[in-house]
């Protein structure tokens, strides 16, 4: 049966794109849309779609009519902005016969807003970096000897690492809180950073594959090169807080080990494809397959920790060169 796949957004996410494409082999397509003609990874589709940008009041409409001329079976995207989006409007595209592969709306909103998300964590006991939303609150905080500097600042809704600022002193952080709105205080978070990919199968809600790796360097938020590693027992931790709060389909999730305690910390939750993700699917850690099988009514199996530690990622530069009348319009 063939299987068209809708990828939104996708920039720069040229391989996630191919990846699509391989796992279908010519029984379904992969069509990508952006707002620019020069978001270089719809090239790789096999149709580059132009649309508006995502606070366009017809978007929604746009991408839907795209679904239909297109026989799309599923559709999700690969920036933040828009899961919400896309998870509000899961009805209408139920309705077209089009699953939409992302959590709840409730869940999105909560993932993105850092203190929303924190206080999820704390109410389920899972260890995370104490966060505060004010001076004052830090202050008392800082004079209780619950938190000290140095602190991270980062926005409440932010994305990308953007305006993420380690501060050292309250005269830093004073000037912040001055120049910008929303912010929120987090406490500094000592130890190894790691990332988990997760897959949790749209139609069971089993977590059904997990993806460790550390972190050794990073640029603009993503990872830029990291090994892959196993944890049994943060494999059983992270299954069960997945399925507990009820996410579905591929998550990304951001993690700090503390070797001095044994602790893992769990950071951050971006429902959609990580920026690391290729790493894992060249583990075999294989998403797209999870996904068309969803799409097709059945069901994956469980293989948490089905891959093989010690293999490394390096991201590098790659360019796609097209003249002007290959643009898509």
């Known amino acids: 049966m063939a299987t068209n796949i809708l990828i939104l957004s996708a920039g720069t996410r040229n391989k996630v794109v191919q990846a699509f494409k391989k796992e279908l082999a010519h029984n379904g397509k992969v069509f990508a849309t952006d707002c620019s003609n020069i978001g270089p990874a719809i090239y ?14 017809f978007y929604i409409d746009e991408i839907l009519g795209v679904c239909k001329k297109n026989n799309i079976n599923g559709v999700f995207s690969l920036i933040d902005p828009e899961l919400s989006l896309l998870a509000e409007n899961a009805d209408r595209f139920t309705e077209a016969g089009v699953t939409p592969i992302v959590s709840s709306y409730e869940l999105c909103e909560t993932s993105l807003d850092k203190y ?64 910008f709105d929303d912010l929120i205080i987090q406490e500094y978070m000592r130890g190894q950073e790691y990332g988990a990919d997760v897959y949790i ?44 709060v009820g996410y579905r389909g591929m998550i990304d999730i951001d993690l700090f080990y503390d070797n001095a305690t044994d602790i893992w910390y769990l950071s951050e939750v971006n429902p959609r494809f990580g920026g690391g ?27 948490i920790g089905d891959y093989q530690e010690g293999v490394y990622m390096m991201k590098y530069n790659e360019l796609c060169i097209l003249p002007e009348d290959k643009l898509a319009k």
């Open 44 to 57: 790789d589709a096999d149709e580059a779609i132009i649309v508006p940008k995502i606070k366009d009041p």
């Open 116 to 179: 929303r998300m924190y206080e999820m964590l704390v109410k389920l006991g899972i260890p995370t970096a104490k966060c505060y939303l004010s001076m004052e609150d830090f202050e008392t905080a800082q004079a209780a000897g619950e938190v000290d500097f140095p602190v991270f600042v980062k926005p409440r809704n932010g994305s990308a690492s953007i305006n993420i600022n380690a501060v050292e002193s309250k005269e830093m952080l004073i000037a912040l809180f001055h120049d």
């Open 201 to 244: 199968d749209l139609i069971s809600g089993k977590c059904t594959d997990i993806f460790l790796k550390e972190k050794i360097k990073m640029r603009a938020g993503e990872t830029d090169k990291s090994v892959s590693v196993k944890d049994e027992r943060l494999f059983k931790q992270i299954a069960s807080f997945v399925e507990i």
């Open 277 to 303: 993700y290729p790493h894992a699917y060249a583990c075999g850690v294989n998403f797209p397959r999870c996904i068309i099988n969803n799409l097709n009514g059945r069901e994956n199996p469980v293989n």
